[in-house]
Structure formats: C-alpha cells, structure tokens
C-alpha cells in the first residue's frame, strides 16, 4: 500500500511540472505590474489620483465574485448539459487565460511606452497630463483572477482528491515547493529582462503557452484514483480554507 502511495505522489508531481511557471506570471502582479501602473495616468475620477499598488485590489475583490459565481452557476449549469470539465482540464484552461492575460498585458505596455505620462510643475502644483489611463489594467487583473480560479482552486481539489491520506501533506508540500521554485525563476529572469517592458510580458505569454501545451500533453494519460468531486455545497464550504492558506503566499515573490 505504501509503494502504491508513493507512486501515485510520483504521477501528480509529474503533472505538477509545469506549475512554477504559472505562479511565476502570478506574482507579477507585486512587482512589474505596478511598475506599469507607476508608467500610467492614475487620476481617476471621485478617486483622485491613486497609489500604483492600488489596482491590485481588484485581484480579490474579482476572486470574491468569480468563485461563487463559477461553483454556483457554470460548474451545474455544465453539469445539467452533462459536462463534467476535471480539475486538471480545468487548470489547463486556467492556463490558458494567463496566457491571454499577458498578452492582453503586453499591448497595454506597447501602449504605455507609445503615451508617456508627463509632469509638469505650475506655481508649485504636479500637475500629470497625457498617459494611457491606469483602467486599462483591469482587463488584465479579470483575466488573471479567472486563471487564478481555474487554476489554484482546481489544483488543489485534484491534490486533495488524488493523494493518498497517508501523502497528502507531501503533496501540499509539493504544490508549495512549486510557488518557492516560481520565486527563483523570476530572479532569473530579471537578470536577462530587468526592464519592464512589452518584450517582457510577451516572453511570460510565450513560456506559458509552453508550459500550457506541456501541462496538457501530461495530463492526457492520466488515470483518476476516483472520480473528481461534483460541484457540491461540501466543495464550496472547503474552499474559503484553501484558498486563505493560498493568499498567505502571495507576498513571498518580489522583483
């Protein structure tokens, strides 16, 4: 029984692979998303003129509806067509949106870099003018929580239905061995790209897509222990936990 634990920890972190990659474009939004924020107009109106860090909170705040709204609504009303998406389907398609999250990220910073902000000063008054508006983010910050919805809610599911009682705090060490791993990466890659720019977005869009493509080349033979949990209301009350115990993360990866 044991052997057969540890072969099946064996085939999920096989699958589990490709996730550093995901959470490496994750956490960018601490470090070159507010470095593009910094880049764009920020005076809003009612607001006034807010902090670059600011539009992060449109992260959670996204979180707090998709989640319900996804369990709630699409995951039945897919189930009533007789459409069953798995967790690692799901991830894949999470995947996939993170890829057009940073796409949708480098045609904003090609426009960011076309329209600078300028600064003037009048009779001791900063006054900014001109810029591509800090709006044009939120977008990005949708397609990332929708990721981050099909992605980490999923991912975690399908490590706690997969993993045998006596590995699932292997496992769980292993899905945040993967975010450590994502924090390397990213230092490395600042070494090579350490200018926020177009190029850099669109290199994550691009190595995301690798790893989409290899993520779902892995998962194709695989062979469930059971089947995947329906969309129950036991499902949902156990998502607040794991994801609580995923935010505690967030701020680890810096650039």
Not at 19 to 26: A, D, E, G, V
């Amino acid at each position: 029984e044991q052997v057969a634990a540890v072969r099946s920890l064996t085939n999920v972190c096989i699958i589990f692979l490709p996730l550093p990659i995901f959470w490496s474009l994750y956490f960018q939004t601490y470090s070159t998303w507010i470095y593009q924020a910094r880049a764009m107009d920020r005076n809003l109106p009612i607001l006034g003129r807010i902090c670059p860090d600011q539009p992060q909170s449109l992260n959670p705040l996204f979180d707090i509806v998709l989640i319900p709204l996804l369990s709630q609504v699409i995951y039945p009303l897919l189930q009533k067509w007789n459409l069953r998406p798995k967790p690692l389907l799901k991830m894949t398609i999470g995947m996939g949106f993170a890829v057009a999250c940073y796409v949708v990220a480098g045609i904003v910073q090609i426009a960011v870099e076309q329209h600078p902000v300028t600064t003037l000063v009048v009779h001791g008054v900063t006054i900014y003018e001109g810029g591509v508006s800090v709006l044009w983010q939120i977008p990005q910050y949708l397609l990332l929580s929708i990721a981050e919805c099909l992605f980490a809610v999923s991912g975690l599911e399908f490590a706690d239905s997969e993993a045998p009682l006596s590995m699932r705090t292997a496992l769980q060490a292993v899905w945040y061995v993967n975010i450590g791993i994502a924090n390397v990466f990213v230092i490395f890659i600042t070494i090579f790209l350490p200018d926020v720019s177009a190029l850099l977005f669109f290199f994550y869009a691009g190595l995301m897509l690798i790893a989409t493509i290899i993520f779902a080349l892995l998962s194709l033979p695989y062979r469930y222990r059971k089947p995947p949990p329906s969309y129950s209301n036991k499902m949902i009350r156990n998502l607040p936990s794991t994801l609580t115990s995923q935010y505690d993360t967030r701020s680890s990866v810096q650039m």
